[in-house]
């Protein structure tokens, strides 16, 4: 195996995703730990937003200001290059999300044992199952008592429409919560409620000795052998490559408040989760191994500080590998740029660095010529696929409330939405424009920051919208004739592609019914 395939092949970049509170951040301090990133617990700053400052959006830009060193976590283990991205916690910034979960080649979820599987769970889980993202399931808390697991174990196939295998299984939860034993690694591991000791595990490949008995009592020895048989009837056997097509979910349990079940975790993860996978541009496939430098920006973090207007866009190395002052191609705008202070992120200090391979991020300082979604490459024209944006939730009219300053306004609007701050489009019907969030809080942003950097003041005007979605159709005459027939409620979206604007749901079904030919759609990629 050459070196760069080496390089390519131990990486393992992913993504935990969780409801808020079911224990992402400590269970990402406590993979951190493992891999001696960090030393001691409490060093990971919670990149979640307090529910207190829901209400206080400057708060929670500073918050996201310091989960820029958090953004991606690099650490070594056992051979292995992991990359962990983190997700925004707020669920106003949940398009965030969506942009990183397109950056990964796997995703832990994270779910509560006491809660089961929560609404922006369900949500992300859309986007894993749309991608085809392999998907590993920790069930955390188990030193809580919560639902029956077999019961869990529905709830998640239900909820989360994917198929799963347990791969561990506990033994009693809460207060008499003993430990569980680890499927995929044939041995028992037994829970000593502690924060700091790690698990101690023993091995035990034949589950009917009587050594069972001595370590948790004939009750819950019994227990574990019948729910150990009903696994064994009800689940498929667990197969990676079954897995690495996202069609199953392996299960672990654990509690990471206390470090139980994260080393298994880990160590199975980093053994079966994929490396950079072939990613598909609209030109062609692209292989991480045998294809020259290729990657995409999937994120761009705008410095609030007015004096400092950098940004960093983040790339997603997609193939090859990435050297320090080299000459890439950007490839929207066709021009050779190269980059002499790129970062990384080991642990969690950003770092410059000379080079990065295919399932890397880096940072890249920027001054306004990246969007969300740009390419770069050695050289060839290629455009990455799969950087949907999703229909927004709330919508309102922008006005230019400074005549004076119309210019800067639509620069501050053209720059915001091309790092991904919301969605615009254009009435065609009115000319006017409106900005699509996915939550209250955009708009707050986008109103101080067309301020505070652009020198240009906006005001928001309601607007009674219910969707908006992106139409097409095979025969350009029904096209033509829905948009004829709608063109109150036409608009353009910031690529130019046809929108239609609905009211209500009622309109949106009424719409779909009488306009068979249409299809409608609540992503821009389909
Ligand atoms: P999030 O990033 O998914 O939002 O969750 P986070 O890790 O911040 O965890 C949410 C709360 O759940 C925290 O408590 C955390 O200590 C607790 N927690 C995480 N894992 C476990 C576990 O295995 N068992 C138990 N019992 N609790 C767990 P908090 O009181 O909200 O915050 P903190 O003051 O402890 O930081």
Not at 147 to 152: A, G, R, Y
Not at 172 to 200: C, H, R, W
């Amino acid at each position: 195996m050459s070196d760069l395939t080496n390089e390519i092949q131990r990486r393992r970049t992913f993504a935990i995703i969780s409801h808020p509170d079911a224990g992402k951040t400590t269970l990402t301090e406590k993979l951190l730990l493992f891999g001696g990133a960090i030393h001691v617990a409490g060093a990971v700053k919670s990149n979640k937003i307090k529910k207190t400052a829901t209400s206080d959006w400057m708060e929670i830009e500073k918050q996201r200001g310091i989960s820029v060193a958090t953004s991606v976590m690099g650490f070594e283990y056992e051979g292995y290059k992991v990359n962990i991205l983190d997700t925004p916690g707020h669920q106003d910034f949940a398009e965030d999300t969506y942009r990183t979960l397109t950056a990964v080649d796997s995703v832990i979820i994270v779910v509560d044992i006491a809660k089961g599987v929560e609404q922006q769970t369900r949500k992300l889980m859309e986007v894993c199952r749309m991608r085809k993202t392999p998907v590993i399931v920790f069930v955390n808390k188990m030193d809580r008592d919560g639902i029956d697991p077999f019961d869990l174990l529905d709830e998640l196939e239900q909820e989360l429409k994917i198929n799963i295998r347990p791969l561990s299984w506990p033994i009693d939860m809460g207060f008499n919560f003993k430990g569980v034993y680890n499927i995929y690694e044939e041995k028992l591991d037994l829970y000593t409620p502690s924060k700091q000791i790690v698990t101690e595990s023993v091995e035990f490949k034949d589950i009917d000795s009587p050594e069972l008995e001595k370590h948790i009592g004939e009750k819950l020895s019994q227990k574990l052998r019948t729910d150990l048989e009903l696994i064994k009837g009800v689940y498929p056997d667990f197969d990676v490559n079954t897995y690495l097509k996202g069609d199953i979910a392996p299960v672990f349990f654990g509690s990471a408040l206390n470090n139980f079940g994260v080393k298994e975790l880990l160590n199975c993860f980093v053994r079966i989760a994929p490396s950079p996978r072939p990613i598909q541009a609209e030109e062609r496939s692209v292989t991480p191994e045998t294809d020259p430098f290729s990657g995409f920006i999937f994120k761009i973090h705008a410095n609030m500080d007015p004096n400092h207007r950098s940004c960093i866009a983040f790339l997603k190395i997609c193939s090859g590998q990435f050297e320090r002052n080299q000459n890439y191609k950007h490839v929207r705008f066709g021009k050779v740029m190269k980059f002499s202070s790129p970062t990384a992120f080991m642990a969690q200090k950003k770092e410059t660095v000379d080079e990065a391979f295919a399932g890397d991020i880096i940072g890249l300082p920027d001054t306004g010529n990246f969007k969300i979604g740009d390419t770069l490459t050695s050289g060839e024209d290629l455009h990455f696929k799969g950087l949907p944006s999703f229909s927004p939730e709330m919508f309102k009219y922008i006005e230019n409330a400074d005549p004076m300053k119309s210019k800067q306004l639509n620069k501050g609007i053209d720059q915001l939405m091309d790092e991904g701050v919301a969605q615009l489009f254009t009435n065609q019907f009115n000319g006017r424009k409106i900005i699509g969030t996915v939550g209250q809080l955009q708009f707050e942003v986008i109103q101080y920051r067309l301020l505070h950097e652009y020198g240009a003041q906006c005001k928001w005007e309601p607007i009674n919208l219910y969707k908006a979605c992106w139409i097409e159709s095979d025969s350009n005459e029904a096209l033509e004739n829905f948009k004829k027939r709608k063109y109150q409620y036409m608009a353009k979206d910031k690529e130019g592609r046809d929108v239609f604007l609905a009211d209500s749901s009622y309109v949106l079904q009424m719409a779909q019914q009488d306009f068979k030919d249409i299809r409608f759609h609540f992503s821009s990629e389909w």
